[in-house]
C-alpha cells in the first residue's frame, strides 16, 4: 500500500475568473458546512489517521472508496450532513451525523462487481479528472436499487447523498433478471454457455504473457469464481451501458488479487456466456 499522509483541513482559495466563482462557493460552503462538524478536541486522532490514509486519496476514486469504508472517522469526514436520502417513495429525510452508523460498501466483501458494455470503458477508473461517481447496489431478486453520489468538492470526495427505488419490469428481460438466473440455476446457466467458451489467462510460464484457449462447459463449472447469487454492485464512473446486447461483469478482488472478468452477449432473445478471464495473481 502506499505511503500516505492525509491532510487536515485546508482553505478553498477563490479562483479570479468570475465563471467560476459561484461553484467555487457553493463548494466552499459545502466544506465548511463539513468541517464545522469537527471538534477541536479530534484534532489528535485526525494526526493519528494522517499515518495510515494515503495522501493522493482524493485522486483515485478506487483508493478513496477503501478509505471511506475501512475507517469510520475518515467517513464521518467525507459526508455533507445532514445527509439527504431519497427512499422508493420518493420521500426526503435528513440523517444527522449523530445518527450515522458506518458502511463498509464492498469492504469487507471477498470482491466488488463492476458493469460495463465495451472493453474501451474498463480503463475509466483510472482517470483522475473525474468529479461525480455514483455506486450502486442492485437487489436482484427485489428488482431494487440503492444508489451512493459522491462528488468531489474542492479537491475532496464526499458522499452528497443516498437514493434507493424500484426498478419497474420491462417486457424483455433485462441483463439483471438474466443473470440472477444464471447465478442460481446451474442448470440454467448450462444453457446459456457458448461452447466451446473463450478463456484468457495469465500463461503459468510466463507472467507477462497472456494465454488464450478455449474450454468446455464441464471446464467452466470446474474453474469458474462464485457468482453473486442476490446482489450486483457497481462503480459508475461515467460508463453509460446503452448497448443492449453485451454486458461485461468485472469481479474485482479487494486486497487479494482476484481479478475475473465474464462477457455476455445477447443473441437473439438469450443472454449467453461467451468468455471467461482469469488474469487473478
Given at each position: 500500500m502506499k505511503k500516505t499522509l492525509f491532510g487536515?483541513?485546508?482553505?478553498?482559495?477563490?479562483?479570479?475568473?468570475?465563471?467560476?466563482?459561484?461553484?467555487?462557493?457553493?463548494?466552499r460552503a459545502l466544506l465548511a458546512k463539513v468541517d464545522s462538524t469537527i471538534s477541536q478536541d479530534s484534532i489528535d486522532s485526525l494526526e493519528q489517521a494522517a499515518a495510515v490514509v494515503p495522501a493522493k486519496?482524493?485522486?483515485?476514486?478506487d483508493d478513496f472508496m477503501y478509505h471511506f469504508g475501512s475507517s469510520s472517522r475518515f467517513q464521518l469526514k467525507r459526508i455533507v450532513f445532514p445527509l439527504k436520502v431519497v427512499n422508493a417513495e420518493n420521500k426526503n429525510t435528513f440523517v444527522p451525523k449523530e445518527e450515522w452508523t458506518h458502511d463498509h460498501l464492498f469492504t469487507q466483501q471477498v470482491y466488488y462487481t463492476l458493469m460495463f458494455d465495451n472493453e474501451r470503458d474498463m480503463e475509466i477508473d483510472k482517470d483522475t479528472t473525474i468529479n461525480n461517481v455514483e455506486i450502486e447496489w442492485t437487489y436482484m431478486a427485489k428488482h431494487m436499487k440503492k444508489e451512493y453520489y459522491f462528488q468531489r468538492i474542492g479537491g475532496r470526495w464526499m458522499l452528497t447523498y443516498v437514493r434507493k427505488y424500484n426498478v419497474e419490469p420491462t417486457k424483455e428481460e433485462s441483463f439483471t433478471d438474466?443473470?440472477?438466473?444464471?447465478?442460481?440455476?446451474?442448470?440454467?446457466?448450462?444453457?446459456?454457455i457458448q461452447e466451446p467458451l473463450k478463456f484468457i489467462t495469465t500463461d503459468p510460464d510466463d507472467d507477462f504473457s497472456v494465454l488464450e484457449t478455449t474450454m468446455e462447459v464441464d471446464q467452466w463449472f470446474a474453474f469458474r469464481?462464485?457468482?453473486?447469487?442476490?446482489?450486483l454492485t457497481n462503480i459508475n464512473y461515467g460508463q453509460k451501458c446503452k448497448n443492449p446486447n453485451a454486458r461485461i461483469l468485472s469481479l474485482k478482488g479487494?486486497?487479494?488479487?482476484?481479478?475475473?472478468?465474464?462477457?455476455?452477449?445477447?443473441?437473439?432473445?438469450?443472454?449467453?456466456?461467451?468468455?471467461?478471464?482469469?488474469?487473478?495473481?
Open positions: 487536515l483541513i485546508v482553505l478553498l482559495l477563490l479562483a479570479a475568473c468570475s465563471g467560476k466563482k459561484a461553484k467555487e462557493e457553493r463548494d486519496a482524493d485522486e483515485l476514486f438474466f443473470f440472477y438466473k444464471f447465478a442460481n440455476d446451474s442448470l440454467y446457466q448450462r444453457e446459456h469464481p462464485k457468482l453473486p447469487m442476490n446482489t479487494i486486497g487479494n488479487g482476484f481479478n475475473n472478468t465474464l462477457y455476455f452477449k445477447r443473441r437473439g432473445q438469450q443472454w449467453k456466456l461467451v468468455a471467461f478471464e482469469d488474469m487473478s495473481d
